[in-house]
């Protein structure tokens, strides 16, 4: 009830920041409008990330003395939303604001649990299922980064017609689809070496991330006078390998979690899921938060970051399950 609350109350005082960067005059029916839109969504986006986060860690292997400490400390960070009330005194928090206080809400969410738990739960946790999944949604989330500011940098230099259109999403859906058959054969044919194939992957990913702007600027005045044959080619050549790392890293994980979990259902439906949000997460915050503050460079700098983040962090983790599954056999 409480969060209910303040997701209606921090909601309508956003929908009246945003209305106050407006200089036109608006009737009370807009402002009502406004008020009530902000309150709704901000009540159901609120209730959302709490109930993701619940179920989380309802599945972290925690006591529930724990979980109840997480509870209380949880529900103080809820009183970072009153950070909107500024608005009162002048202060208008637009879009990009706003979700940097999302973020924030959730990086207190995270300090919260880490603060809740024991040492030998924290230590459980990161081998956890859960822990996997947000080191998956992240990955998702650089991946939807790139996939904007490469889109963007490719209209800049070609047009946005249809034809710039196709070639960017053909280009991924092509990537995506023969990284995912590779990634699933190097899982059978190299089983043991799944967490060196994915830590490979992100590597690679973040490695060309960094570089990608300045390559794709040098592909697209190389080609600006070409045929559209021609400069689909040269943005396939260019973009194909990065695209298809990160189609692989989804079936190498899946089929290491396979041979540990012996549940591809569990494994597969989970980590999609979570990857899937990680990109829908991006969208908004590429076009409204990182655009607007840093730019496409730093966007994709980011995203890089993330990559080899993930990719470091989940190869500790496939090698820690790897070898508790071992203690646990000689035992």
């Keep these: ?63 529930d003395r724990t979980r109840e400490r997480f509870a209380d400390y949880d529900a103080l960070t809820s009183a970072v939303w009153l950070v909107l009330f500024s608005g009162a005194y ?17 990086a207190l969410k995270a300090i919260s649990l880490y603060m809740a738990a ?22 998702g989330f650089a991946a939807l980064i790139y996939q904007i500011v490469w889109q963007r940098e490719l209209f800049a230099a070609f047009g946005v017609n249809i034809e710039s259109i196709t070639i960017v999403v053909s280009l991924f859906m092509f990537g995506l689809g023969v990284g995912s058959v590779v990634g699933g054969w190097m899982s059978k044919r190299f089983p043991e070496s799944a967490p060196w194939l994915f830590l490979i992957s992100e590597l690679g990913i973040g490695a ?15 080609t600006i ?37 012996r ?21 908004f915050l590429t ?9 496409q460079q730093t966007s994709v700098l980011v995203a890089a970051g993330c990559n080899i983040i993930v990719g470091v962090l989940v190869f500790s ?7 508790n599954q071992e203690i646990t056999a000689r035992l």
């Design 90 to 106: 002048g202060v208008q928090f637009i879009m990009p604001l706003i979700a940097c206080v999302i973020v924030a809400w959730i």
């Design 1 to 63: 009830m409480v969060l209910i609350v303040t997701g209606i109350l921090a909601g309508g005082a956003a929908g009246m920041d945003c209305l106050a960067a407006n200089d036109r005059l608006l009737s009370i029916g807009i402002l009502a409008a406004s008020v009530a839109v902000g309150s709704v969504g901000f009540a159901a986006a609120l209730l959302g990330i709490h109930w993701l986060t619940h179920i989380l860690v309802m599945r972290m292997p925690m006591s």
């Design 118 to 139: 024991s040492k030998s739960e924290r230590a459980a946790s990161f081998s956890s299922l859960p822990w996997l999944s947000f080191l998956f949604l992240i990955s």
């Design 317 to 323: 983790y496939a090698r820690r399950i790897a070898a």
């Design 263 to 283: 549940n591809v259902g569990r494994s597969v439906g989970i980590l999609y899921c979570i990857n899937t949000l990680g990109s829908a997460i991006a969208c």
């Design 208 to 222: 060309f991330g960094v570089v990608s702007l300045p390559l794709i600027a040098i592909v697209s005045n190389a």
């Design 287 to 295: 076009a409204d938060l990182l655009f607007v503050f840093f730019g």
């Design 225 to 261: 006078d070409g045929s559209i044959a021609v400069t689909a080619l040269a943005i396939y050549g260019l973009l194909c390998m990065p695209t298809m790392l990160m189609g692989a890293t989804l079936p190498i994980l899946v089929g290491h979690l396979y041979r540990h979990y």
